[in-house]
């Protein structure tokens, strides 16, 4: 349906799944979202998101993998989800 936004997870591996959802629980916690609001968004336990969603970014251990040069430069906000939006551009002839 137009206007429809679908969230599609970016994480290649679980730890990078986990280090993703430690800086989503501490911006929605930001934006005002209640623990099990969180919780439910992001699959965890209330448990979870407590430890978690008042933590300081920037202090948060970065996954290490094959890619750790990646995720050391990577500023926080390239660890988000990819976002698709239905009817976003709304002209038939963009793409010709």
Do not use: C
């Amino acid at each position: 349906e137009k206007g429809t936004t679908v969230a599609v997870a970016s994480a290649s591996s679980a730890a990078v799944r986990d280090y993703e959802d430690k800086l989503k629980a501490i911006e929605l916690q930001r934006r005002g979202a209640e623990k099990a609001e969180v919780a439910s968004k992001l699959g965890r336990s209330e448990r979870w998101v407590q430890r978690w969603w008042k933590q300081e970014p920037r202090l948060l251990e970065r996954p290490h993998g094959a890619q750790d040069t990646v995720f050391q430069r990577t500023p926080l906000a390239g660890f988000r989800d990819l976002e698709i939006t239905r009817g976003f551009a709304d002209n038939p002839e963009l793409f010709e």
